[in-house]
């Protein structure tokens, strides 16, 4: 997590729990992008320094059902969505294997399965080549790995390597070619016992090309996806959340119409999305620009 997620996390009320919950502080990262490896701060506050964080999702995620459930939500796992249904653009019921849910306003948060834009048929645009990223968890010790995470980037793709906690690394690499196999290690962490089999995600940079409608919001990977290297996605899922439900809440008070709700969200993400891209093309022409034969256009 970057230090800029501390205080959306203390504003939800986790901020007494951020410190238990919370592991491998460091003060920046290392980056090999482009030029020689550097160390690049996160800054600081008066001199005391911004510090990042890693979260472990298990526990980050019960964490933040748990704050659900204090404010009040009725919170209901394990249950299987089976259709959703549009009826004049609105999203009335869902139609679950326990029944049927009717609500006033339906938040998809559904991550990179995108459950609501599979229902509507709502197609996504693509902003970059395919990206796949692999990542992983090694055991161990890797010294050099301890004081901060670092980012390298090369022809072929760059890796992210970082030290969760005690005895405990995660790496991720995109390879532009998508040519990491099975048994593939970053350097730093060869030797090392691999926790389980190296995982993938689609990491495309992608945005549904409806984001909204009269009752109904895509929130986080739902909505749109940008690869690891925007550092953001976490930061962007709760706010993208947090913007929806004030819409719903303007909505239901009766401050905005269902329409003028769904086109504000629409239009701020998709502003927001095209900054990001903007940004981030301009990180990876920087390695392009250093990296005669890199095989990527982003
Ligand atoms: C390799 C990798 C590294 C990354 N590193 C970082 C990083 O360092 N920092 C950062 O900020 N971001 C990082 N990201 C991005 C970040 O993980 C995502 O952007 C973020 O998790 C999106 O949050 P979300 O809540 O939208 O979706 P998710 O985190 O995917 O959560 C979606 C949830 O919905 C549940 N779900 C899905 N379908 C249903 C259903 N039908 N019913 C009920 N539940 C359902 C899923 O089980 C899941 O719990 C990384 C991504 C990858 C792939």
Same mark, same amino acid.
């Given at each position: ?57 298990? &526990? ?51 991550? %990179? ?13 693509? %902003?970059?080549?395919?990206?796949? +990223? ?30 969760? %906690? ?6 991720? %690499? ?7 196999? &099975? ?17 993938? +995600? ?5 945005? +549904? ?17 940008? &690869? ?21 809440? +303007? ?22 999305? &095209? ?24």
């Amino acid at each position: 997590m970057h230090p800029g997620v501390r205080p959306i996390l203390e504003q939800l009320g986790l901020g007494g729990r951020i410190d238990a919950l919370a592991s491998g502080f460091h003060e920046g990262i290392w980056s090999e992008w482009g030029g020689p490896a550097h160390f690049q701060s996160f800054g600081s506050d008066d001199g005391v320094p911004w510090q990042g964080f890693h979260l472990w999702r298990p &526990d980050f995620d019960t964490a933040m059902l748990l704050l659900a459930a204090e404010a009040g939500a009725d919170v209901r796992r394990g249950v299987a969505v089976s259709s959703i249904a549009e009826e004049h653009g609105a999203i009335r019921h869902v139609k679950t294997d326990q029944g049927t849910i009717t609500a006033r306003t339906l938040i998809d948060a559904s991550g %990179r399965v995108r459950h609501l834009a599979r229902q509507l048929d709502v197609p996504y645009r693509s %902003r970059s080549p395919r990206l796949i +990223a692999r990542y992983g968890y090694v055991k161990g010790s890797c010294p050099v790995r301890d004081e901060a995470p670092k980012i390298s980037g090369g022809r072929d793709g760059w890796t992210w390597t970082a030290k969760i %906690r005690d005895g405990l690394y995660q790496w991720t %690499r995109v390879d532009f070619n998508d040519m990491a196999n &099975d048994n593939w290690l970053p350097t730093e962490f060869q030797g090392m016992a691999p926790l389980s089999r190296t995982r993938g +995600a689609d990491v495309t940079w992608r945005i +549904a090309e409806r984001l909204a409608g009269p009752n109904w919001f895509m929130t986080g990977d739902a909505a749109a996806t940008l &690869d690891p290297t925007s550092s953001r996605g976490v930061l962007k899922s709760i706010l993208t959340a947090m913007m929806a439900g004030h819409l719903a809440d +303007a909505t239901i008070g009766g401050r905005l119409t269902p329409l003028q709700a769904a086109s504000s969200y629409h239009d701020w993400l998709l502003d927001w999305f &095209d900054k990001d891209v903007k940004q981030m093309k301009q990180f990876y022409h920087l390695l392009q620009d250093a990296t005669p034969g890199m095989s990527i256009d982003v």
